[in-house]
Each structure stands twice: as C-alpha cells, then as structure tokens.
C-alpha cells in the first residue's frame, strides 16, 4: 500500500528509566515497544488494500491536492481525514476513471487545483522571468544532472529511486564541478575575481537543488497548458473536490 510517514519526537528513554527505577528489563522493552508503536500509528495514513484501494487512492488525490502546498504533516492529516471518511462508491468509481484519463494525458494533479485563464497568465509571466535563471543554473547543474541521468538510465530499475540518485549526485559531485568552475574563472580572467568566486561557490552548490524545483513548476506549468484541451478532465476533478 501508499502510506506517508512523519516521524515525531524521539522517546526520552533516560526520562523514562528514572521514572520507572524498578521496572523489570522485559517490562520495559514491552513498554517502550508499545509507546514507539502507538506513536508511529498515531503518524500514519493507511489505505486497506482491497478491491477499492486503486480508487480510494485516487479520490484522496483529488480531495487532498489543495493541501500540497502545506508542510508534510498538514498534507498527511489532510489525507488521513479523507482515508478514514465515508466515500460514495459513485465518487469513487469516478475519481478512478479520473485518473486512470489523467494519467493518459500526462497531466499533472498539481495542474487541475483552482485552473483557470486568469491564473495560468499570471503564473506564465512569472515563469517567463525565471528563464535566464534556469538557463544559469543548468548550466552550473549540468555535469550533476549527467551523472545523475546516465545513474539512473543505466543502474537503477525502479523509477522510485530516481530523485533519491538526482539527491546523492547532487551531493558527491557538486564539490567537483564547483572546483572545475572555479579554476575555469581563474584561468579566463575576463570577470573581477572576488564577486566571481563567491557566486559560483554559492550558486554551483544550489543550483541541482533549484534547477530542478524550477523544472517541476514548468512541468506543471505545461500540464496546466495542456489541460485547456481538456475541460471533460478539470470538470470530473471539480465534481470529485466538491463532493
């Protein structure tokens, strides 16, 4: 099954000891044990795995798609709330065949929360003043963003694993890169040497990182473009989110 985590906060084992001075060692294992697992079940969002779990799925997608701007925890709350609530197996019937139609337009759910003309112009123009940004950063990015495709393409099987390779090379081989940058500038010395070295030392470390939240907005951006073809689409998410 889909489940999202949020671990809390640690047991203070040491408090605990003290408190209990003459608890016996298997009591305490079973207590402690049992605090860890009441906690933890307090943390997560569990859909059962029968027939309605691909549609239950998909309908708390759709219910819960305005909370992904929110911190973890708020978006897991949100989707507990909506796992646990009483569903209408015509909503929920609906909510499958709209993401199964989704899913085949390659339409993002981040594009379908409160779509609209006005909305989309506003955010293309936003968009647009970020393009000599993410031109710059891919640049500074680009070496990272090999390594972490020909990993990916080559090594990895599960697609699941693929943002956690773009992660570990943006860590190990950004160091390199930022060092081959630096004695690039040093080499042409055609820019002040100084404002130079501390730009690319700051930004040749985040732009992996901002490189590709910048191209998930633009994905999501060509989804939202995409999705005007589509008004069948935004209508059943409409009738799903205000059910």
């Known amino acids: 099954g889909s489940c999202l985590v949020n671990f809390g906060k ?12 003459d ?12 605090e860890l697992q009441n906690r933890m079940s307090e943390l997560f969002s569990y859909i059962p795995d029968d027939e309605d779990y ?11 798609s305005d909370k992904r701007g929110g911190s973890v925890y708020g978006r ?27 899913h085949d337009a390659g339409l993002s759910i981040k594009a379908f929360n409160g779509h609209c003309a006005g909305k989309f112009i506003i955010k293309t123009l936003g968009l647009l003043l970020f393009v000599p940004f993410v031109a710059l950063f891919g640049i500074l990015a680009f070496p990272q963003l090999v390594a972490a495709t020909l990993v990916n393409r080559l090594c990895i099987a599960d697609r699941a694993f693929y943002n956690s390779i773009r992660f570990l090379m943006a860590l190990f081989v950004t160091p390199l890169t930022t060092v081959g940058w ?37 994905r999501v951006w060509f ?6 073809k589509y008004p069948e689409l935004k209508e059943m998410f409409n009738r799903i989110k205000n059910n």
């Open 10 to 21: 640690p047991i203070n084992v040491t408090a605990f000891l003290k408190e209990h001075p």
């Open 23 to 34: 608890m016996l060692d298997a009591e305490l294992y079973r207590t402690l044990t049992s």
């Open 54 to 64: 691909d549609a239950g799925w998909a309908y708390t997608k759709v219910k819960a």
């Open 76 to 102: 897991m709350m949100a989707s507990r709330e909506i796992i646990n609530s009483e569903k209408d197996p015509q909503m929920l019937e609906l909510a499958l065949d709209f993401d199964r139609r989704r």
């Open 182 to 218: 630096l004695v690039a500038l040093a080499c042409t010395g055609f820019i002040p040497f100084w404002p130079s070295f501390l730009f690319i030392l700051v930004a040749s470390n985040l732009a992996p990182f901002i490189f590709y939240k910048v191209i998930e907005w633009y």
């Open 223 to 228: 989804s939202e473009l995409r999705l005007f």
